[in-house]
């Protein structure tokens, strides 16, 4: 892990260090997070979200993946609206350009879930992950089937009918 850390851009490496200096401040227990403002709460939510955000961009997706899942079990935000769009954009971003469309899907279902939990919780503001769910829904719609789908005894007689034409 170092080796691949002195690798990265001296911006990159400086953006690491202080978000884990930040976030070692903040990294309260579940009763300290009872006790913060809303105001207070949202600032540890962002501090924490910009440095997954950083770890994807700048070292691993798997580290920015292990933060998120910290994040979630603390508790952080859990009401907030803007870490399951976090996630969810993380997880639509999942193995960059080169994926698959199958593997795309598959990153598309993971992210509406997160919403949908999100949801569930009453996660405020509720209408932006609302409209981030729709917009997600809509990239991923497939167009609809035919109305009415030919049966196989009438393909059949459209084969007949053009084998008796020859």
């Known amino acids: ?37 809303k105001h207070q709460m949202n600032c540890v939510l962002g501090i924490w979200l910009s440095y997954a955000r950083a770890q994807a961009t700048f070292a691993s997706r798997d580290d920015a993946r292990l933060t998120y899942d910290h994040i979630k079990k603390k508790g952080i935000g859990e009401k907030d609206a803007s870490l399951y769009i976090a996630i969810a954009e993380f997880e639509l971003n999942s193995g960059g ?37 729709k917009m997600i829904e809509r990239s991923l719609s497939i167009p609809p089937m035919p109305a009415r789908t030919p049966t196989f005894q009438q393909c059949n007689k459209v084969s007949q009918r053009l084998d008796n034409r020859s």
């Not at 691949?4 to 400086?14: A, E, I, V």
């Not at 795309?104 to 279902?109: A, K, T, V, Y």
């Not at 569930?120 to 981030?132: F, G, I, M, Y």
């Open 97 to 133: 350009s080169s994926i698959g469309h199958n593997e795309s899907l598959q990153n598309g279902e993971r992210a509406i879930e997160i919403l949908r939990i999100g949801i569930s919780k009453d996660a405020s503001p509720l209408e932006d992950l609302r409209d981030k769910l």
């Open 1 to 37: 892990d170092s080796e691949f850390q002195s690798n990265l851009p001296f911006f990159g490496q400086d953006l690491l260090r202080l978000h884990r200096r930040a976030i070692s401040r903040f990294d309260y227990d579940e009763s300290s997070l009872r006790l913060l403002t």
